[in-house]
């Protein structure tokens, strides 16, 4: 006899899931004989820690566009997979989150763990999904799945948690009642596209024409709408900047002469300079978040602005826009290019944009050539960047890596080949999110790049990439530090040096571990034995750890360069003055 964990599974295979990241439990292995049952059509990958579980759900779903699905048991499985909902919930990721709970009528014997594991999951999980629900029978069931799919597809996409009883899976299922019916129209973001009024429309085109110096600005609502391509199209005939945030690079190709880089303080010094003299910003798929919005400095009071945006809350959050675009990204940047008609030719500004961008690759240029020792990060970067092949996937871990990674690995082609967890930003992502990218592509190579403190989060997950072969090749930038905070202190607090995680007597040797955990580990410390090292790992027909000893110093924030290049007679600047928020303003019409 079937039971629901059939119909669950049953469900999951027909709205289009491959896979699901988790690991099982008592309470949720009627799920586990489910998938069983469908390996032709479902598999499940079985995860060393609940929370890396979320995030390979989670770049499941930026390759995918469909919902990444993560499972967990009861209590001390669903208490760990805050971390990557939120990241989820925060980048507009979809993913459904399926969580066992203790029996519907153990209700009272939830309270400080009287039952094993119990505690008050549904107000947990509210806090940190885009919604979630407790399965309150078997006849509800199917419903409810079929609403968390819709709810985690529909604008603005998210996570949602699916809480099911232990009695609730257990319960016997004849495979008819309740059906299995789902909605095909929920298998992918987004699940409906809508487009802004043609007013609106003429009006945005109309500011473009008049704009002298535009720019163009893509979020990660571009990879959301699977629009990159479309976006690529009309930025071509745009004639202004193009810039993106670290989770919207590859909405257009960097190689493209307008393409100045990622907008970011620790990403392209070109964008940064370039944007400022811009006199109309078109932020499209971008929530003009801190980093991207460079600590809400933009847009300058002078500066009209035109949002594309498929969340109606975020058309004045922080600034009122000129021309405000409801919809999906490339719904309305079809209208938009349509509208625009010809392309708009302005060589002043583009001359310009070359002339600034020619002086920031050539300050890069210098740190590629540097052969110190320890390794300058740039070189590594430009190395690994020679050796991608156009269908490569590189995942990101927080911190200093994204900053590396967004300005000396150019996209090449329109596409989501890059993930960044900018959702939370939180360190140990990259090993895990490149389970779930492998999974979406069997035989591509993926790359990650983490530094040492975001590597160790989670260097058991190493033994998952072992068990499934997976073709991951995991650039470690050891510093022995937490290199953001490490700086933080030494600028703002006078060197409070917390945030060592190595001494003379104790260095961790990540290549080392690697090779006990079953790939190929190999250990860098010249500058002339990256190529090789990289080389190896990328022909490589499995996992392996390329471990790089690098300068601590090193730093992708360009204000953090400036004043360390300022030296220890600057002005002592304190915290409070890099983030200030500006007030909210009405964005002005161009003349």
Not at 219 to 232: K, L, R
Not at 416 to 424: C, P
Not at 512 to 524: E, N
Not at 536 to 557: F, K, M, Q, W, Y
């Amino acid at each position: 006899m079937a039971h629901m964990g059939d119909l669950v599974a049953e469900m999951l295979a027909q709205s289009g899931v491959e896979a699901v990241f988790g690991m099982p439990g008592g309470q949720t292995t009627a799920l586990h004989d489910g998938i069983s049952r469908r390996q032709n059509r479902i598999r499940h990958v079985l995860m060393r820690d609940e929370r890396n579980a979320a995030y390979a759900a989670d770049a499941y779903a930026r390759l995918t566009g469909k919902p990444g699905v993560c499972d967990v048991t009861v209590g001390p499985g669903a208490n760990l997979l805050p971390a990557g909902l939120l990241e989820a919930l925060n980048a507009s990721i979809p993913m459904i989150a399926i969580v066992g709970e203790l029996p519907l009528d153990w209700l009272t014997l939830k309270e400080k763990g009287i039952a094993s594991q119990g505690f008050d999951q549904l107000s947990f999980f509210k806090t940190c999904t885009k919604e979630s629900y407790l399965v309150p029978s078997v006849a509800a069931l199917p419903d409810i799945i079929r609403t968390a799919f819709r709810v985690a597809t529909s604008p603005r996409p998210g996570p949602v948690a699916i809480i099911i009883p232990h009695d609730i899976f257990d319960a016997e299922w004849d495979g008819t009642s309740p059906a299995a019916t789902v909605d095909d129209r929920t298998q992918r973001v987004p699940y409906l596209r809508s487009v802004a009024p043609a007013a609106d429309i003429a009006r945005a085109a109309a500011l473009i024409r008049q704009a002298k110096r535009p720019a163009l600005i893509c979020g990660g609502g571009v990879h959301g709408s699977d629009a990159a391509d479309i976006v690529t199209g009309f930025a071509d005939r745009f004639g202004g900047l193009v810039v993106t945030s670290l989770s919207g690079k590859g909405a257009v190709p960097e190689t493209r002469d307008y393409a100045a880089g990622v907008l970011n303080p620790l990403g392209s010094w070109a964008a940064i300079e370039l944007v400022q003299e811009a006199d109309l910003l078109v932020w499209c798929g971008s929530k003009v978040s801190q980093n991207t919005g460079m600590n809400w400095t933009l847009p300058r009071p002078e500066q009209a602005t035109i949002t594309i945006d498929c969340d109606p809350l975020e058309h004045g959050r922080t600034f009122r826009p000129t021309v405000p675009l409801l919809g999906d990204v490339r719904e309305i940047v079809t209208a938009l290019d349509a509208a625009l008609g010809d392309p708009v030719a302005r060589p002043e500004w583009l001359a310009r944009i070359a002339e600034v961008k020619a002086e920031g690759e050539a300050a890069k240029a210098v740190e590629i050539a540097s052969d110190s020792a320890p390794i300058q990060p740039p070189r590594v970067m430009a190395e690994l960047a020679a050796r991608l092949g156009d269908d490569d996937i590189v995942v990101s871990d927080a911190s200093f890596s994204a900053g590396w990674i967004a300005g000396y690995i150019p996209a090449k082609r329109p596409g989501r080949q890059f993930l960044f967890a900018r959702g939370q930003g939180g360190l140990g992502y990259s090993v895990p999110g490149a389970i779930g990218a492998a999974e979406t592509r069997p035989g591509t190579r993926i790359v990650t790049v983490a530094g040492d403190g975001a590597f160790s989060y989670t260097v058991g997950e190493l033994a998952t990439q072992a068990q499934f072969n997976q073709r991951v090749v995991n650039v470690v930038l050891n510093n022995g530090r937490l290199g953001w905070i490490q700086l933080w202190q030494e600028i703002f607090f006078k060197n409070v040096q917390s945030a060592l995680l190595e001494t003379d007597t104790v260095q961790p040797g990540f290549a080392a571990a690697a090779q006990a955990l079953g790939l190929k580990g190999i250990l860098v410390e010249r500058a002339e034995d990256i190529g090789a090292a990289l080389d190896a790992a990328l022909a490589h027909d499995g996992p392996s750890v390329v471990e790089v000893r690098i300068d601590d110093r090193a730093t992708p924030i360009h204000s953090f360069k400036r004043r360390m290049r300022e030296g220890a007679d600057a002005p002592r600047a304190r915290p409070g003055t890099v983030y200030k928020l500006r007030e909210w303003k009405v964005s002005p019409d161009l003349d």
